[in-house]
Nanobody, 126 residues
Framework: QVQLVESGGGLVQAGGSLRLSCAAS????????MGWFRQAPGQEREFVATTSWSGYSTYYADSVKGRFTISRDNAKNTVYLQMNSLKPEDTAVYYCAADRMDGRGPQRERAAYDYWGQGTQVTVSS
């Protein structure tokens, strides 16, 4: 069982930056791939970024590639999402999620993730 708590959301102007954090409970954080997803009002929850258990492999949605960076610190049981050059269309609730791996690499699909945080709101004003 893993409990995830996101923080770092807020209101920022277009072009600004935010850094989201997701703190995980438990001693087996390095046994999970970690992902970030987001959900805007009236829309489906969508993939943003994922990192392998080691942090060596990372993947991004095309819409955020080059602007967002996912990273993790296994000693602190924390995964981060650095968001730069923010746009109004990045406005959403951002969720972190943990994937038990099951012998495969990090995934983009929601269904691959076993545990979810409660989300943190990011609002980008134009």
């Amino acid at each position: 069982q893993v409990q995830l708590v996101e923080s770092g959301g807020g209101l920022v102007q277009a072009g600004g930056s935010l850094r989201l954090s997701c703190a995980a409970s438990g001693r087996t954080f390095s046994s999970y791939h970690m992902g970030w997803f987001r959900q805007a009002p009236g829309q489906e929850r969508e993939f943003v970024a994922t990192t392998s258990w080691s942090g060596y492999s990372t993947y991004y949605a095309d819409s955020v590639k080059g602007r967002f960076t996912i990273s993790r610190d296994n000693a602190k049981n924390t995964v981060y999402l650095q968001m730069n050059s923010l746009k109004p269309e990045d406005t959403a609730v951002y969720y972190c999620a943990a994937d038990r791996m099951d012998g495969r690499g990090p995934q983009r699909e929601r269904a691959a993730y076993d545990y979810w945080g409660q989300g943190t709101q990011v609002t980008v004003s134009s």
